[in-house]
């Protein structure tokens, strides 16, 4: 399995966006996926999870602001962050618990600040 995050950088609050996350090494539109992100200090926190259906969770943080998608045709999987605030910079990576192991993409760092 592997996961190759990207499409972080430096925002403004209030500006938005799109992470990609592309994934390799299991049968991609059979698969849940999860983002999590990781501030400095905190501990690693969902953010987003879309199961085989389409269905989506957010973190109660997140909620209206941000949305993941998927793409089967091109294994990938996407966060669209909108109306982003300083306590969103963190470091984004997505996961796939496959096997019953923990995979979790390179990481891509995600800073809001003015």
């Known amino acids: 399995v592997q996961l190759q995050a990207s499409g972080g950088g430096l925002v403004q609050p209030g500006g938005s966006l799109r992470l990609s996350c592309a994934a390799s090494?299991?049968?991609?539109?059979?698969?849940?996926l999860e983002w999590y992100r990781q501030a400095p200090g905190k501990e690693r926190e969902l953010v987003a999870r879309?199961?085989?259906?389409?269905?989506?969770n957010y973190g109660e943080s997140v909620k209206g602001r941000f949305t993941m998608s998927r793409d089967n045709a091109k294994n990938t999987v996407y966060l669209q962050m909108n109306n982003l605030k300083p306590e969103d910079t963190a470091v984004y990576y997505c996961?796939?618990?496959?096997?019953?192991?923990?995979?979790w993409g390179q990481g891509t760092q995600v800073t809001v600040s003015s």
């Open positions: 996961h796939k618990k496959y096997d019953m192991i923990d995979y």
């Open positions: 090494g299991f049968i991609f539109r059979l698969n849940s």
């Open positions: 879309i199961t085989s259906t389409f269905k989506t």
